[in-house]
């Protein structure tokens, strides 16, 4: 199996350390066709390599040279220890190297471990060595250490602990345990290597002579044996604790940590080994070999496997004989395998290894227990035990496992770091697990730092912010989990063993091994290829509990919080500690009836002492009220969890609000709130982040009471929902009480049942939020926010003003007799006026140009509103004169509307307003008209200027009725512009029939009343709901034509005059249709609504008949009498006709329904229509 080295221009890995990038110390060596091996030094505290000494002939390595033992950056470790290595002394030795190289546990890595420990275990199926390791797992890491059996019960001889385990160990291997003292032999050939070690690096071949102390050195070498290996920190307070620095004991003392790929398997390993320079590559390694004793398969392979973690290229053997230097030979890395006395196949080395790892892999699943990885010295069994197991079923109570805390501290610390580097959510499920982990290790009461900062990185797995479509079930599967996190796997750790040092008698395999986790029944199975498999799983229950419901992912949230809320406040100490609350006793939530001014000051005054805390507070360097120190770990974690679960009951609160639960939205923006006061209670200054959520809480508790007041109808349902609590809510309460009373915020969050009070509250909520914003060091922050809480302060305030409107509006409602507007109308004009004026600079000043329309249309309606309250009604209910005060509002309304459409500019892109603002308008001029004509100021102007008023309101008026755009207004559009026609119409009649003496202005006034009658009629054509209206214009016009008629002399012009009134009259048929319908309509569906349904009065058509009646009798009479005189046939037939309809109208019964009469009309002005069109016919040429 001699292969090739890949890598022709070879590098050694033991310079510099790995930066992370590709320059990074590497080599690739293939061995043969099947092995592979890849290492790359993370970390290296030894110098370059410098040559070796070349050690004369005959030198006598019993001698000491004159540096040894003294500190050698050459040697390092190696050195300082006649036993060349200090793995012995590091039982945690994994656990420095994973807290140094956090980032590679948990995926990258497969085997965290001493070099010492993997070749232990890769030479197990070679050795009939005891192997003893503790082995723990972190995701698909495994970290190995050596479990010194014998150093565990000599320590539980002197403390008790333990003593499960030695009685454990005694009932397996059927004997009674005694320590085993180590050969002079096995001390004599550690000090002949540890003196041939520092000859190499002293570069002198002269034997020193020998101290006079000499003598005794061997005896103190032989005493200094393995020393305490168990560091008693572990059991430190939680005072002092840092889950972020190691403890003692834990350190990475190695000279180099090494990334070694040995085929596909992954490990970081810690090395001691000594490497030199010279030979024909600039690494080479020293071994110092007794001439007399061959080299067997176990030290082939320990040289072999030394040399490729170590990407040593070459092996430097220096041969000895009773300590004296024989002779010096090079040997290449890949001729190892093949010396003679020691050939192995690499190949099965690699089965071996791949047997093992999956061995453990299978069997060492539960994260956070320590697993023990035993073979009896002699035996072919390895049995896999859970100690943690083990441990629990112990009845004795000082029953502890030294290696609980340092798995903790590593799988916070591994979680700790993947938070950080990885956001993206499929490693959450991983993350989650291992904090699971880290918790159920450890005992609150001894370590609440690390219980409590777990449970806070818990709650931040679970995002708050983020909409239904930004989670699926997707991305927090696959990826990167892996087996690793799958579910609650342990780590553990192997101890280190030489097959030159056994210090466990050899026994027989005991018969009952049920009590084991995992068995390999004989190690000749380690050889077989692919004996032992496994395949990484994903399990199910154990994924991130992701959900789409905001409202699950907060209780998560939390429910963490909590947890860590308690540990922080078991660990902290105080004389006087506040009373204890009932957890089990709900805290009342209050709520207010009724609203005065006392009320809104107490907000104010809250308020403002709440702003006044400000960005910027004192420092706090006394205690706090629950006793912890300011700068504390405390004090930092309450401040983070306080600030979470402020976070958690903000998104509930606004989940409830989408959800129209605005009783359970203002309970939880409470709780926001008072988590909020708690932290501003132990925090010394407030972050800008902190400070802008806080106003996002104070906008949101602003719109929960705004939707409060807009739905008192639904205030039972609201209170309920206020009122309850969960018992969580009531724990995490009784935790902020710890630190202050939370009552900042009672009477902003209370549930009132005054709508008046709830937009006082709401608008003063919008002031703060306001205030915060415009503070000092947040005013370039959230431009994006500070518009938003301007627009809702902008539209509380038109709320407000609205409110206070509309309470002015219901005063002259209730007002029997309007002689004078009272002080408390007028009180309430000023307030809406002062709201809308104030909303409308919130609007300006982020050129809301929409919502400023609609607040000046608000305005606009408010003067409206002042200008009705007045006019004057006598005890009689009879209306005076259109006084001034009424027109000087009217047309301060009229000039909000107008800035109103200017504000808008053009119709495009808010259609709805402007229509609105239009109509509003129109609607304005139009009143302004029908009060000016109607109840016309004769007393103070001329009746020509109120016409003129009139006719100048009702133009205006006329011109913003929108005919051409069809929307809903339309129709409405057309009745108010053939009602402005009729006005018009009418008020040019009046003034002709009053107009004496100027003829020019009365054939002006006929002009223009024939013009408005006109458009009137084809309006009102155009609507198919206003058939009175129509009948009583062409009524009117009929009045007009007869007035007309009068004034005339001649017959042939009263003639065409009543001819023309006629076929006025006959198109009053169409009106007539339409009457006729809806009274038949209203004859189908009886009962007190059918005349309402209809859309029709039956009294105003009464009305509208006792004037056509009249009329129409008169008008055929006054024909019959003209046409009498005129001579022809034509005449003679129309007057039949006149004369048979005219008696007909006399004969009609006036007590008939009123449905019969509107058909009779119907049939004459039909014969009357037929007749006139024969006349048409006949007079054709």
Sequence with gaps: LRGPWNCPNFSPPYGAPDSGNSNSVEAVICLGSEIKSRAVVKYSAAPPPTTYAL???????KLPPANWLRESSQLGPAGTTVLGSSSRNKPFSSFGMAYDFIDSIGNDVDVVSDSENIKKLLKIPYSKSHVSMAVHRVGRTLLLDELDIQELFMRSSQTGDWTWLKEFYQRLVDQKWERKKKSKEHWYQKAILSKFLYYSINGDATAEPVPAHSGSHDEEVKECGPGPSWPATFTSSSDSETPTTPKEGLRNDFARNILWTFEDIHMLVGSNMPIFGGGRYPAVSLRLRDNNKPINVLTGIDYWLDNLMCNVPELVMCFHVNGIVQKYEMI????????ENSTFSTRVVKDIAQNILSFLKSNCAKEGHTYWLFKASGSDIVKLYDLTTLCEEAAEEKCQNPFTLPVAVLLYKVASNMM?????????????????????????????????????????????DESPEEISAESFRGGGSEDSYSEEEDEEELPEDSDENSSYSTCSDPPDISRAVAVIKSVVELSVPEKYKYTDQIRPNYAFPFSHDKEERCRHVLSYVLKGLKAVDSSIKKESDLPAADPNTPIPLKYEEGSDSTGQNAVEKEISLLLDRGPYQEDIKHPTRSGMIP????????????????????????????????GRALRYIKLALQCHDAYCSVSSSLHPEVLLFHSQCLSLCGDIQLMLAQNASSRAAYLEEYNYQTKEDQEILHSLHRECSCQAFNMATDLAMDPEYQLFVSCKCYEAAFELLTSSNLKTQRPNQLAQVLKRLGNIRNEMGVFYMNQAAAMQTEKEVKLSVSAAEQEMWKKSFSFFEKGLKDFEAIDDSTNVALLLCNTGRLMRICAQAHCAVSTDVSR?????????????????????????????????VWDSVNWELSTTYFTLATLLQDYAPLSRKAQEQIEREVTEAMMKSLKYCDLQTESARQPLYQYRAATIHHRLASMYHSCFRNQV?????????????ELHYGKAVQLFLSLRDAPCELLRVQLERVAFAEFQMAGQNSTSSK??????????MIETRHAFQLIHKDLLDEGKTPGPESSASAGISTQEVQKLIGVFEPSFSFLLLHLVKLMTTSNGTKEEEAVKIYKQIYSRL????????????????????????????????????
């Design 880 to 912: 005076g004169e259109f006084s001034p005060e009424e027109a000087l509002y009217y047309n301060k309304g009229i000039d909000y509307y107008l800035k109103a459409m200017k504000s808008l500019g053009t119709r495009e892109g808010h259609e709805a």
């Design 1055 to 1064: 003639m065409k005059t009543l001819s023309g009134a006629l076929e006025i």
């Design 420 to 464: 950080k580097k990885n956001q993206n959510r499929k490693h959450y499920g991983t993350i989650r697990t291992l904090l699971l982990n880290c918790i159920k290790l450890l005992d609150q009461g001894r370590h609440p730092q690390i219980i409590a900062s777990a449970n806070y990185m818990l709650s931040e797995l679970f995002q708050l």
């Design 1146 to 1181: 006399l004969r009609a019964d006036k007590a008939s329904p009123l449905v019969h009469r509107v058909a009779l009309y119907l049939e004459l002005l039909e014969q009357l229509s037929h007749q006139s069109d024969c006349n048409d016919n006949v007079s054709s040429p």
């Design 55 to 61: 050690l004369q002939e005959k030198t006598d390595l």
């Design 332 to 339: 290449k890395t890949e001729d190892i395998p093949h010396l």
């Design 631 to 662: 700068g504390s770990w405390q004090h930092r974690m309450k401040l983070q969890l306080f600030l979470k679960a402020s976070k958690a009951y903000y998104v509930l609160s606004e989940a409830a609000t989408n959800l129209l639960k605005y």
């Design 997 to 1009: 003496g100027n003829e020019h202005l009365r054939k002006q006034h006929r002009t223009l009343a």
